[in-house]
Nanobody, 121 residues
Framework: QIQLTESGGGSVQTGGSLRLSCAASGSTYRTYSMGWFRQAPGSKREGVAAIDSDGTTNYADSVKGRFTISKDNAKNTVYLQMDSLKPEDTAMYYC???????????????WGQGTQVTVSS
């Protein structure tokens, strides 16, 4: 079992930046792949970025070059640095974890409670 707690959401204007944090506890954090999904009202939950236990990163095409995922193993924390934010990035962002990353939310077993990101034009 692993517990995930997000923080760092908020409201910014177009072009602004935010950094989300996800603190993991309760299990062997370093063996999990971790990442972020987001869900806008009326839309499906979609994968945004992921980082494997060996540090390999992957991104959705919509955020490549703007978002950066990283982790601090000493703090059991994963970060999502979001730059050049656009109104279409507005969504609830969820931290996620599993032994093997899946870009479909149906493949993920562990979720945080979510943190809201709002980007105004």
């Amino acid at each position: 079992q692993i517990q995930l707690t997000e923080s760092g959401g908020g409201s910014v204007q177009t072009g602004g930046s935010l950094r989300l944090s996800c603190a993991a506890s309760g299990s062997t954090y370093r063996t999990y792949s971790m990442g972020w999904f987001r869900q806008a009202p009326g839309s499906k939950r979609e994968g945004v970025a992921a980082i494997d236990s060996d540090g390999t990163t992957n991104y959705a095409d919509s955020v490549k070059g703007r978002f950066t995922i990283s982790k601090d193993n000493a703090k059991n924390t994963v970060y999502l640095q979001m730059d050049s934010l656009k109104p279409e990035d507005t969504a609830m962002y969820y931290c996620a974890a599993d032994f093997a990353w899946g870009w479909s939310p149906d493949l993920i077993n562990y979720w945080g409670q979510g943190t809201q990101v709002t980007v105004s034009s």
